[in-house]
């Protein structure tokens, strides 16, 4: 079969293009660090979460020096608890979960941005530094109120964090 | 232009008459929808920006799921049927083996359809409690009404009896052919279908297995992220579903307009069977973000869609060439003086034209989609939607009303009531998706959610880094307008063309490629192994994660029940609606 040179050398040309592309993804993925939604945030009876300590009643918890973990709620058409509050320079780990159906968790403006749902707890750590508050939104379509359901995000200064702040319903 | 027609030659209508039936109604099918779904695909544009809401948002999300399911399957997959239909009887130069089969599976197309569109057009309807709001992926657990989940089951049974018809003209064709090469046509339209029986493995059984029953109240639960992989599974390769269509018509169709040939037959069939082969494994990234599948099976989703680049890479190059042959033969000269020899006035290949440059820009911002860490920053935003406007919306879309401009006159022996009126709808569409998918992607970069009636929140402002929201909501609503102008255009004069005189004698035979067939390797023919290769590839890719999946959550999901999408009472919000509509136009009127 007779190939053109141009299409040879177009040929490898693409090729090293598609290998550029998967090395600068992985090497974001490994070496940078950014970490990935997956499978670790486990399971749960959707129809059950006041079963679950972690979401009966939906909170930020410290659980180390400078590390939180805030267990979210996402179900038609808020978040809870809302707004959510934790201190600045810190880490904070999401654990999101829904009991109706899809949603979303973007933090807008930021990369924190991972699909809910039910039957799964998604993880998501992020690392907090000034104070700032921030939206949270839900970008996937859940319903009629889907427009209508968002939350907030607040950093507070160190001095000023109080756990249970979160709780006001 | 009268190079294009009156060439003496018999016309496609001329020579398979029946055929020609089938094809012109499976297009207008395919129009009607267009039409549709381009009213809906305004009302949103202008809803969403805030520039004008003549609907309850609540309503909003049926629209979008009319949008959705009429543009991206009824459209797209009618069109397909139609030109697949005409490039097999065409290439293979027979009629179908029955027209009467042929009718059938047509039928059953346009039967899914109608039910499918009725399910969510009831959503309008208070009076009934047949809706289907549930968008165009259908996500469970929410829940539509039986009869969308049956009328996609039948509108699939429906294309897979086309494949076979195709199937069964090749196979006829071969018995009396032995020792001849599959023609590159009818070789694009059979690698096409087999990756898609590849690809609806995943929703036949998403629909069939699970949704069904369960809309039907089998049983009350469903493990909703299997539902949602066995959709990726077939969302994905879909889109190359799409796009083959225009893929036949640029390798096989549009040197023929620019005057020339194609540069190479045989790397057109590496290129389908590229798509055969990486379509299907690569759907879970679409699910980059999503909790419940490991990092690994990302990754290899993430690998493999890079490598399905290639296909397209090597596209570029072969249209790019073939077109330049063309100017060359038209005597064109220089670098790039070439491209001033080119048909610029003839809407058929300026639209197409036009459509491969929007699908390079697509192709750029598709990247960026696939990149899983850039992804986090654009998933479910409005970017997302600005991607594949200029993919499927434009390189696919303007693509086949463009070549229908060609194509019309070969299956009515009439001519094209306004070629003027067809290039100015050709540009005119992309000048307003320039526009539309623009914003969009802008908007996308500030966090500005899609399917979202209302993109205004009370707590909190998107922070435009450059630009400002509401500007960027103008042209939004600018390009979709434009967009809708354009498609009335294009329908228009092709119901008008019916007007014109019929006339004899105006068939357009195809170039035959600068390096045909002959000289290459005869396993390229062999569609067996090739099929054979992709249900392997297939399998390495889902067989884990899905057996993960239901090791997770069990088959029949863990405690999720059903929620039906009803939307309150509709006539509640007539009222309020006609007074918006008043205030409207009272505040466009100064
Ligand atoms: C008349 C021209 C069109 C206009 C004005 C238009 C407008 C829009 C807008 C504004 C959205 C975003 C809605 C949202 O996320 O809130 C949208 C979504 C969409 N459009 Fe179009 N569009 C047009 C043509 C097309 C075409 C030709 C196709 C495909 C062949 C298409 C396929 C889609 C799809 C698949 C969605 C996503 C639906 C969903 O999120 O469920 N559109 N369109
Ligand atoms: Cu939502
Ligand atoms: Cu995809």
Redesign the pocket.
């Known amino acids: 079969m007779n190939i053109h040179n141009y299409e040879k050398i177009w040929l490898v040309l693409s090729m090293l293009l598609i290998i550029g592309f998967i090395s600068t993804v992985v090497y974001g993925a490994t070496a940078v660090g950014i970490e990935m939604v997956n499978d670790e945030g486990g399971t749960i009876d959707s129809t059950a979460l006041d079963e679950d300590d972690r979401f009966s009643e939906p909170r930020v918890e410290k659980v180390g020096e400078d590390e939180y973990e805030a267990y979210v709620v996402a179900r038609q058409f808020i978040f809870e608890p809302n707004p959510i509050e934790v201190p600045a320079n810190s880490t904070v780990t999401f654990y999101v979960t829904s009991p109706d159906v899809l949603h979303g968790f973007e933090v807008v403006g930021t990369n924190a941005n991972a699909m809910v749902v039910p039957g799964e707890i998604t993880e998501l750590t992020v690392e907090v530094n000034e104070p700032k508050e921030y939206g949270i939104l839900c970008n996937e379509?859940c319903g009629g109120g889907h427009h209508t359901m968002e939350g907030k995000l607040i950093v507070v200064p160190e001095d000023e964090f109080e756990l249970g702040d979160s709780n006001d319903e | 232009m009268s190079e294009q027609l009156e060439s003496g030659a018999p016309t496609f209508l001329d020579k398979f008459p029946d055929e020609a039936a089938v094809v012109r109604a499976a297009l207008w099918s395919s129009f009607i929808a267009?039409a549709l779904?381009?009213v809906?695909?305004?009302i949103?544009?202008l809803h969403?920006?805030d520039v004008l809401r003549l609907i309850d948002s609540t309503d909003?999300y049926t629209v979008?799921?009319a949008?959705?399911v009429l543009?991206?399957v009824s459209?797209?997959i009618f069109f397909l049927v139609g030109l697949f239909t005409w490039a097999t009887v065409r290439s293979f130069d027979r009629g179908v083996e029955s027209i009467r089969y042929t009718w059938t599976w047509y039928g059953l197309m346009v039967a899914g359809t109608l039910m499918a569109v009725v399910a969510i057009l009831g959503g309008f309807v208070p009076q009934t409690d047949i809706s289907a709001d549930v968008?165009?992926?259908f996500y469970a657990p929410m829940q539509a009404h039986p009869l969308f989940y049956g009328g996609l089951a039948i509108f699939v049974i429906g294309t897979w009896l086309a494949g076979a018809d195709y199937i069964w003209t090749w196979r006829a064709w071969a018995a009396e052919n032995p020792d001849e090469r599959i023609p590159l046509q009818g070789f694009m339209v059979l690698t096409t279908m087999l990756m898609w029986y590849v690809a609806t493995i995943g929703i036949a059984i998403a629909v069939v297995a699970f949704l069904l029953p369960w809309s039907l109240g089998l049983f009350d639960q469903i493990n909703p992220l299997l539902t949602r992989t066995l959709f990726w599974f077939w969302g994905h390769p879909v889109v190359y579903f799409?796009l083959m269509p225009a893929y036949l018509l640029w390798y096989t169709v549009l040197p023929t307009i620019a005057g020339g040939r194609l540069f190479s037959d045989p790397l057109g069939r590496v290129v389908f069977v590229l798509f055969l082969l990486l379509s299907t494994p690569v759907g879970i990234h679409h699910q980059y973000v999503d909790p419940g599948i490991a990092e690994g099976f990302k990754t290899i989703a993430m690998t493999n869609t890079m490598f399905l680049l290639l296909p397209s890479l090597l596209t570029a190059f072969t249209v790019v060439a073939s077109v330049e042959h063309g100017a060359r033969q038209r005597g064109g000269t220089g670098l790039l003086g070439w491209l001033r020899a080119l048909p610029w006035r003839n809407p058929a290949f300026t639209g197409m034209m036009l459509a491969g440059l929007m699908f390079a820009a697509g192709g750029f911002s598709g990247m960026i989609n696939a990149g899983m860490n850039i992804n986090y920053l654009v998933h479910n935003t409005?970017w997302?939607?600005g991607h594949?406007?200029l993919t499927?919306?434009?390189a696919?879309?303007l693509t086949l009303m463009a070549a229908t401009y060609w194509l019309w006159p070969q299956l009515t022996n009439r001519r094209l009531y306004s070629r003027p009126i067809g290039l100015a709808q050709v540009v005119i569409w992309f000048v307003?998706?320039g526009l539309?998918s623009n914003a969009?992607h802008v908007q996308g970069l500030f966090g500005i959610?899609?399917?979202?009636?209302e993109?205004q929140y009370e707590g909190f402002d998107f922070v435009a880094s450059f630009g400002s929201v509401s500007e960027l909501n103008l042209q939004?609503a600018i390009?979709?307008?434009l967009?809708?102008i354009?498609?009335m255009l294009f329908v228009t004069n092709i119901a008008l063309s019916a007007g014109t005189p019929k006339l004899s004698g105006i068939g357009q035979p195809l170039s035959e490629p600068l390096s045909t067939v002959d000289d290459s390797p005869e396993i390229l023919d062999n569609l067996k192994l090739w099929f054979g290769i992709a249900l392997v590839l297939v399998v390495l890719a889902y067989a884990l994660p899905l057996a993960s999946i239901i090791d997770r959550g069990g088959l029949l999901g863990p405690g999720v029940d059903p929620v039906p999408m009803i939307v309150e009472p509709v006539a509640a919000t007539i009222e309020p609606t006609l007074g918006r509509l008043a205030a409207a136009v009272g505040s466009v009127v100064p």
């Open positions: 379509y | 267009l779904g381009a809906f695909g305004l949103q544009a969403r920006t909003y979008l799921t949008h959705g543009m991206v459209f797209t968008l165009f992926t799409w409005i997302v939607p594949f406007h499927v919306g434009t696919v879309a307003g998706m539309m969009m959610p899609r399917r979202t009636a993109p939004l390009g979709g307008t967009l809708f354009s498609t």
